[in-house]
Antibody, heavy 125, light 109 residues
Framework: QVKLVQSGAEVAKPGASVRVSCKASGYTFTDYYMHWVRQAPGQGLEWMGWINPKSGDTDYAQKFQGRVTMTRDASISAAYMELSSLTPDDTAVYYC??????????????????WGQGTLVTVSS | EIVLTQSPATLSLSPGERAILSCGASQTVSRNYLAWYQQKPGLAPRLLIYDVFRRATGIPDRFSGSGSGTDFTLTISRLEPEDFAVYYCQQYILNSPLSFGGGTKVEIK
């Protein structure tokens, strides 16, 4: 079945960067857009951006532009989200999610299914 | 950017009761580009509904979505114990940043 498995929890210091991975299985990785959202403790969901795993094209939410970089390694069906210049406000669970519609048929603007299990990133000195 | 406002923030109901959750948009959500998710503590959100009313695979028919324009509703016809969770709406219209509502918590009364 379609599955997204994310890397483990991270602790980072203010000013540092963190990279979260998302490994896909059960489908052709390059055929579907991948998005990232985050959820601060006790808060709602905040969209961060997407990557086209086939072309590497990306689109980031304005709030994160200049600080976030989304990449992929198609050879191992993995997507990555790197966030730099971390502050304690970046403490959150980060999720990857797939758009369940083929890239050549659908917009990246879509609903999400499935989601990865989430990766807790804690920013603390 | 479209702002989604969910109400109420918390809904206290008993198993077997009907739950009606609202999602209001600051601008028209064109082409019915609205989805609903369920999230339980410690877990990732799960897709329930997309395109306003289409149920995702495996979602029971006690969940239904409706609405248009700027006002949308998720209805759970008869609450089961496993339905007590937080629910989020999300819009995905073209040429606008994706956004989620703030969530409605459905708790046991």
């Amino acid at each position: 079945q379609v599955k997204l498995v994310q890397s483990g929890a991270e602790v980072a210091k203010p000013g540092a960067s963190v990279r979260v991975s998302c490994k896909a299985s059960g489908y052709t990785f390059t055929d579907y857009y991948m998005h990232w959202v985050r959820q601060a403790p006790g808060q709602g969901l905040e969209w961060m951006g997407w990557i086209n795993p086939k072309s590497g094209d990306t689109d980031y939410a304005q709030k994160f532009q200049g600080r976030v970089t989304m990449t992929r390694d198609a050879s191992i069906s993995a997507a990555y989200m790197e966030l730099s210049s971390l502050t304690p406000d970046d403490t959150a669970v980060y999720y990857c999610m797939r758009v369940p519609c083929l890239i050549n048929r659908c917009s990246p603007q879509n609903w999400f299914d499935p989601w990865g299990q989430g990766t807790l990133v804690t920013v603390s000195s | 950017e479209i702002v989604l406002t969910q109400s109420p923030a918390t809904l206290s109901l008993s198993p077997g009761e009907r739950a009606i959750l609202s999602c209001g948009a600051s601008q028209t959500v064109s082409r019915n580009y609205l989805a609903w998710y369920q999230q339980k503590p410690g877990l990732a959100p799960r897709l329930l509904i997309y395109d306003v009313f289409r149920r995702a695979t495996g979602i029971p028919d006690r969940f239904s979505g409706s609405g248009s324009g700027t006002d949308f509703t998720l209805t759970i016809s008869r609450l089961e114990p496993e339905d007590f969770a937080v629910y989020y709406c999300q819009q995905y219209i073209l040429n606008s940043p994706l956004s989620f509502g703030g969530g409605t918590k459905v708790e046991i009364k």
